[in-house]
DNA sequence: GTCTATATGGGGATAGAC
DNA sequence: GTCTATCCCCATATAGAC
């Protein structure tokens, strides 16, 4: 037997192995990933029970593929999107709106080219950020934290009157929009009636740009307790 | 036998409904719903597995329980600091500051008088709003319908200029980073090496306040896209 | 109200034939 | 690579003695 890197746990191109992804993350993201069996999984799928462990050697393993497989591209497009918000400031700090913009839209523009997807990722990402699993968030920040250190210096540099702890605090705030936004869509959309959704990608990317923007430029202010000893 | 309405299904002051209500909301809020057992529950309360069944009826009713008991005080919490901002402002719209530390500040005060139950309550419904299963979302919104309104109608006065559409965009992302505080405050503490963290309740109250407001005021911008039209 | 014991079903993982 | 069959464990819920 031809033994690659590919192929020692399975190719990585097998159509089975393609199809237990697709079907994973569509329940992984309707149900949640405790709640997904993998017999669920193979049946949506349509393969064998035993075609999981044979291509993914454990629950927790499929779980990491299923989220690298979306995380990454978009990590990549985020840092090409910073880099040319670095490079039109040419020299000086990158615009705000840029910065802000770069780590937003990649992940919502999914939507524009298929919204089935586009829905699915958000709902998985969003919720990922709030998983209890021991395993999921580890795992799913350690796909981020190539993104970390560049979009934290390009926020210093945008807000350089900003204290270290108190950036840290409003990009928490900042990504705490996107995953709300992208785990919650479907309900924003009952309770505003049908007023706001997702389909208006552009619209809602703009709108979370002006919203986080706005925050991270709020002026410090002094209030009642030891807020400003801390920053 | 005596029957009363408490005791139909178990009293609900028993010392055994008290026990698994704690040890419930310990393990629901480290290990998520789905991920914590009846099993787990009934032998962190020292109690028999078959309590939860006579005290609660199933899993389910133990988890509307659960968040049930902690959300009504702090709604009305909520609400009485929301008519005190109204007072406050006699007759004329209530500051939007007030509105929004209404909101935030009750679930995040819990933690000054026993910080071991804020941070369990605030991981708890935190988790909540992106939780996948089908009852748990209903449940909390449900408990959380009867402050929309009044909540609503308060924003609505503060920022008269807003379009309604937009007005609730921009409740969505503060909600959205009320809970992602909520849910990922040891998180926070850990990227920022401990420069952040939720100690000083009255700080970070005043941090997300002035983040938040400065979003809910933001200028309508227009953008690429349909943005305008869709207000 | 609290216990033991059990009913009933589903979970992840694997062995070994093909 | 894919299948069947199975191991072993755990889940929720309940019946019925105390």
New binding site residues.
């Given amino acids: 037997m031809k033994r690659t890197i ?2 020692e746990v ?2 990585n191109h ?4 393609q199809r237990i992804l697709d079907a994973a993350e569509t329940l992984f993201a309707e149900k949640g990933f405790e709640a ?6 193979t049946a949506e799928a349509g ?9 993914f ?6 779980i990491d593929a299923v989220i690298a497989r979306r995380i990454q591209p978009i990590n990549q497009e985020r840092l090409a999107m910073l880099a040319e918000a670095t490079d039109k400031a040419a020299g000086r700090p990158p615009e705000l709106e840029d910065i802000v913009r770069a780590m937003i839209a990649p992940v919502l523009r999914l939507r524009q080219r298929d919204p089935g997807v586009g829905r699915r990722v958000g709902l998985l990402f969003g919720r990922t950020y709030a998983d209890p699993n021991e395993m999921v968030r580890p795992a799913f920040f350690n796909h981020m934290r190539e993104i970390f250190r560049p979009f934290t210096e390009a926020l210093r540099r945008a807000l350089p009157s900003l204290p270290p702890a108190e950036l840290l605090w409003r990009m928490h705030f900042g990504v705490g929009v996107m995953a709300h936004t992208l785990a919650g869509c479907d309900h924003l959309q009952v309770i505003s009636g049908g007023l706001c959704d997702l389909s208006d990608v552009e619209g809602v990317i703009e709108r979370m740009v002006n919203f986080i923007c706005a925050g991270m430029r709020a002026p410090l202010v002094a209030q009642p307790g030891r807020y400003l000893e801390n920053l």
Avoid: C, F, P
């Avoid at 097998?14 to 192995?17: A, E, K, M, Q």
């Avoid at 064998?48 to 462990?53: D, G, I, M, P």
């Fill in positions: 590919e192929n399975g190719s097998s159509l089975t192995r997904t069996s993998l017999r669920m999984i393969v064998n029970l035993a075609a999981v462990n044979y291509h050697r454990s629950k927790d393993a499929l």
